[in-house]
């Protein structure tokens, strides 16, 4: 006998990253998905794991507003009682379906998620008031950060109708690379990389090669180590615009021995060794799921303080034991930080911010979020 819950879920689209928390909510609730169709260059996850599922296509408004076509005469049609649904505050498809869901009968409302960022800190006065009166609607938040967290109570949403929730990778797949990296015993060579002194600390950036992950500040941040003394390696994985720019700084800062640019990497089983035996994770810009990515794989990460320009994954990044934050677009306070971790890394020892590193990205995984969104839901 089937004793599920029946779940809705109404999302943009279905980002192939989150295939291991999707099947984890198929298996828990009976659901029914309702996706857009997906024309990013973010690759899909399979759908075939789902039992009841449908695609919508798109349309897109003015102002970058959008919604799904379809969307409402099917949830017209079907009166689901609980809806996960993605909160974004341009999506007109929500709005719909919270002012719709205010007009039903108590005893007929569905009870609506917002599975959403939320704020970031930046919103000005007008788009605050948009936002609490969006957000204000749903019976639920289901955030992706404690920082988007505090805003949202600070702009008198009920402490109670928060859960954050985080983001995740493949779990379960990361814990079988480590396992065979460590088995395997990889290390620094230099045949690995190809670096003249391969006994130096390496670090590594991860992503794609443009304005917005200001990759330059780590370029210059390798010149200013060994003008110091303290000299680095670094790699670089990753394609895009600023590619033929960094590879002039690095020329031109002679630190090219320093510096390898290994082009774009997609299979986290190619990247996977290149991170595990990095010394840390340095993202300069926006970090993202990198975070998250390189802490599954024991690796510490740099990158910046302000939260409000960051994804929700920076949470991950501790201080003093998972990586280093260092004040935004500060190029001497980035290499302060670099210096810290090396620091760290040497008094500790690698394999303890390892395990830290381990211990902390167990709040990021499928499994924890699973729990997050029963406590939520259910």
């Known amino acids: 006998m089937n004793t599920r819950s029946p779940l809705t879920l109404v999302l943009n689209i279905p980002p192939h990253y989150r295939e291991p928390i999707f099947k984890l909510i198929e298996n828990n609730w009976e659901c029914r998905w309702i996706f857009g169709e ?4 973010i690759p899909s996850c399979p ?18 507003t959008w919604w799904l076509k379809g969307l409402s005469g099917i949830l017209w049609k079907e009166q689901p009682r609980t809806i996960v649904i993605t909160g974004e505050i341009k999506f007109l498809g929500s709005w719909a379906v919270m002012i719709r869901n205010r007009f039903r009968p108590k005893s007929r409302r569905a009870r609506i998620f917002l599975w959403s960022h939320g704020w970031d800190g930046t919103e000005k006065k007008l788009r605050r008031l948009f936002y609490r009166i969006y957000f204000g ?24 109708k928060i859960k954050v929730v985080h983001n995740s990778l493949d779990h379960d797949r990361f814990l079988s690379l480590r396992q065979s990296l460590s088995a395997s015993l990889v290390r620094m060579s230099d045949s690995y990389y190809g670096f003249k002194n391969a006994a130096l600390p390496t670090l590594i950036y991860i992503g794609r090669l443009s304005l917005i ?7 210059h941040a390798v010149a200013a180590l060994k003008a110091s003394g303290n000299e680095v390696n670094a790699v670089i994985v990753g394609d895009g615009p600023d590619y033929e720019t960094l590879n002039k700084i690095a020329e031109e800062l002679n630190i090219s021995d320093n510096i390898k640019f290994l082009g774009a990497k997609y299979d986290i089983a190619d990247t996977a060794p290149l991170i595990y035996n990095a010394d840390m994770c340095v993202s300069p810009g926006h970090i993202g799921l ?3 990515h390189s802490l599954e794989l024991g690796t510490p990460v740099i990158t910046h303080s302000d939260f409000s320009t960051q994804a929700p994954e920076v949470e991950a ?18 290499v302060k930080a670099i210096s810290r971790q090396l ?10 911010v390892r395990n830290e590193c381990y211990n902390a990205v167990e709040a990021w995984t499928p499994s924890w979020q699973l729990n997050a969104f029963k406590k939520a839901i259910d």
């Open 47 to 64: 759908l075939s794991f789902m039992r009841n599922v449908t695609i919508l296509p798109i349309s897109k408004g003015k102002i970058n």
């Open 290 to 292: 990198t975070a998250i």
């Open 343 to 352: 620091d760290l890394n040497k008094s500790v020892g690698r394999d303890a």
């Open 137 to 160: 609607m749903a019976d639920g938040l289901l955030l992706y950060g404690e920082h988007s967290q505090k805003i949202a109570q600070r702009e008198g949403i009920g402490s109670s």
């Open 317 to 334: 990044v501790i201080p003093g034991v998972t990586g280093q934050l260092f004040r935004c677009n500060d190029q001497q306070d980035l």
């Open 38 to 41: 997906n024309k990013t260059d």
């Open 213 to 219: 992950k200001k990759i330059g500040m780590l370029v």
